[in-house]
Structures are given as C-alpha cells and as structure tokens.
C-alpha cells in the first residue's frame, strides 16, 4: 500500500514560517516529479510547487520567492519551506508525487496538512 504522510502544518502568526515535509511509503520502485498544492475553504485546489527528479523547481506566483520546495530521493520525501507567510496562504496543503510500484507508474495524493496563518 503506498501512501504520501505530510506533516509540519500549525497555526503561525503573518509573517512566521513553517516547513512542511511529505513521506512516501509503500512498495515503491521509483520517484519522479513531486508537487505540493493546497485548498483554501471555498475555493478550487491550486498548485503551489514542484521538484523534478533532476531538482528542477518551479513556483506559482503566489508564492514565488517566499516558499522553497526541495526533495531527498534517498528518502523518498518532498519538503516546502514556507517564509513571510500570509493570511491568505491558509489552506490544507496536499503533498503530490507521481510513483512507480511493480504496477507501474501512478500520481498519488496526501491526506492533507492544515496550516492557518492567524495573529
């Protein structure tokens, strides 16, 4: 059974910081592009980052130059280091990987990490 288990997210006032960090687990044979995207109450899944294989990283805008994705392959994990953070970055954050099991390969989703950013 593999799973995708974020985990890092809190209540932290405008402007703190938060690391989350997501774990892949399961028979897995290979790792490729792993993501984080995040839901705000009310509004539509929105992708936040993305790390390739080969540690290319891509940002959305909201985000660019606030938030650091990075990866560890060895460990089969996705981390995003979240700085100067906003009230309007509160959402449930959602680690995405696309694995590879003996079944091939299959884009896997977390169960989500809360983070609110509140004073």
């Known amino acids: 059974q593999v799973q995708l288990v974020e985990s890092g997210g809190g209540l932290v006032q405008p402007g703190g910081s938060l690391r989350l960090s997501c774990v892949a687990s399961?028979?897995?044979?290979?790792?490729?592009?792993m993501a984080w995207f995040r839901q705000a109450p009310g509004k539509q899944r929105e992708w936040v980052a993305t790390v390739t294989f080969g540690n290319r990283k891509t940002y959305a805008d909201s985000v660019k130059g606030r938030f650091t994705i990075s990866r560890d392959n060895a460990k089969k994990s996705v981390y995003l280091q979240m700085n100067s953070l906003k009230p309007e970055d509160t959402a449930v954050y959602y680690c995405n990987a696309d694995l590879r099991t003996s079944d091939g390969w299959r884009t896997y989703w977390g169960q989500g990490t809360q983070v609110t950013v509140s004073s």
């Open positions: 399961g028979s897995i044979v290979d790792t490729n592009r």
